[in-house]
């Protein structure tokens, strides 16, 4: 696994103030709510002393609501942005021609959840939709014409439980959604994850039912035709007996590349390769783990180190692994080869009476079994060292059950880059820590709401969550949105095995905390939460030049950042 360690530089002297059925969706006007476009004053940015470009905030439409995923996911299409606001159940419609000042045009408004948007280079847009009342109900995909100025609904699909994510082909020919399949809040009911592959037509206007095929996990059930390697995790309960592999995997994010799409599976550490002409789930491939013993892939695991006090202190850790559970994915190409980039978020399953973390000093208690004597992490178990980490409990066990021999954390609080096999050609290792810890280090690991130093050192770091890929002067870039602490950070992925920093930029004002301070101050704190990404390339760009448009679930904000290259 390689590392690059960044030269690193203060940009900038941070100053811290400051279930429908079609034709059911509709397009809604615009509603009185306020814009504002308000930037920080002074964003933190650290980057490479020959950092090929810079990131600046240039506009943000606020919706006013806190921690309700107002702002989740974002498209766009011909100067205007297309943001998921699940807590509203609709996608907002963002006029970003003058992209220091959005305004809000109009809505597309559902009776379900909307969850995801994608829009093809002719303006049909695509939206996946669950269903409000059950979760666990067939959800529906959501046809909608985008070259309108309020969008005009084309008509609507039936797709599986819990669509998450849709994206669409690069030629245009199809739509691919994962269908997550969470199960229900008391876990009484848990339904399949799978993967639709909807055939587009060639005009902008709604798919029928019969254009839709599902690729289902069912040969990889005991007994079936294809393998399921030993390192996929299915675990937990089974509340139905029957496809107990099916009903455990739950497709979180999609990548399209040809004819083939990659699907992560989040909470199983794997992602699944799809045939879409077939529709059939060709092989699900493990991503393996992080040795947070080795050097290069340290964390800071605790919030009270060394003296009961938060301390910056990325170490190694013998003993000590973690799972990468990706939740962004997204495939590129470099040197003719395809390559899949993943942001290494991390994710527990728990549901109902089912709890699947714990903290390190808890094993041996309350009926959880204790690390093994002979484990190395045996000694590392108090709070200033691993005793505060939350580690899975499905993981590292002994064969007979009676200990745990290794600690198996969430997430690797990195991101990496694969080949199509599965195999690891970079990871980014301990870098996200290192930078962001450059960047603010009164609030290093903060959470998102409340502006605090190591409130998520215990948990999954800074929290990578999503990105997007673009090309800037013929080089590529991952950006890469940071969940916890906030901000995107810039990676160029140009060669993928010797990929590097170049930029890190947070939209963010510690000095409110907005938990703390209340939500009256929320439009003051910046942006809270990155969610989704998307890259606008400079010929679509309403600049001319490239941006890349953040939505952020926690201040509800929709940022767009001016991309400028340094020649």
Known sequence: ??????????????????????????????????????????????????????????????TGVFDESAAEIVAAYDGRLYVVNAQAGLVEVLDVKKPSKPKKLGEVVSDGIANSVAIRADGLGVVAVEDADDKTAPGRVVFFDATKKKPRVLGS??????????????????????????????????????????????????????????ADFHEFEEGGSKPLPEDVRVFGPAPEADLPVSRNLEPE???VDGDTAYVALQEANAFAVVDLDSATVEEIRPLGFVDHSEAGHGIDASDRDPQDAPTF????????????LPDGLVAYQAAGETYLVSANEGDAREWGDYVEPARVKDLGDDGLAPVCETSPAAALTGDADLGRLNVST?????????????????????FSIWTTGGEQVFDSGEDFERITHEAAPEFFNSNHGESNLEGRSEDKGPEPESLAIGEVDGRTYAFIGFERVGGVIVYDITDPAASTFVAYLNNRDFSVSVE????????????????????????????????????????????????????
């Open 253 to 255: 994010y999609v990548a």
């Open 1 to 62: 696994m390689l590392s690059t360690r960044p030269r690193l530089r203060r940009a900038a002297a941070p100053i811290l103030v400051g279930a429908i059925a079609a034709g059911c969706l509709a397009a809604a006007p615009a509603t009185a709510l306020p814009v504002r476009t308000a930037v920080v004053d002074a964003p933190l940015e650290v980057a490479t002393g020959d950092a090929a470009l810079t990131l600046s905030p240039v506009g943000t439409y606020e």
């Open 313 to 324: 202190t990325v170490r190694t850790f013998e003993g000590l692994k973690g799972m990468y």
């Open 516 to 567: 703390d301070d209340g939500v009256e101050r929320l439009s003051e704190a910046g942006d809270l939460g990155p969610e989704g990404l998307t890259f606008i390339p400079a010929e679509t760009s309403p600049t001319g030049a490239p941006m890349l448009a953040v939505a952020n679930e926690v201040s509800g904000t929709t940022t767009l950042y001016e991309i400028d290259a340094i020649s």
């Open 394 to 414: 499905a993981m590292g066990l002994s064969a007979d059950g009676s200990c745990y021999e290794e600690l198996y954390a969430f997430g690797s609080r990195s």
């Open 157 to 214: 699909v039936e797709v599986g439980s819990l669509p998450d994510m849709v994206a669409i082909s690069e030629d245009g020919t199809r739509a691919v959604v994962a269908n997550e399949g969470e199960p229900t809040d008391d876990f009484s009911t848990d339904p399949e994850g799978s993967v639709a592959v909807i055939d587009l037509p060639a005009t902008v206007s709604a798919a029928t039912q019969d254009e839709v095929r599902t």
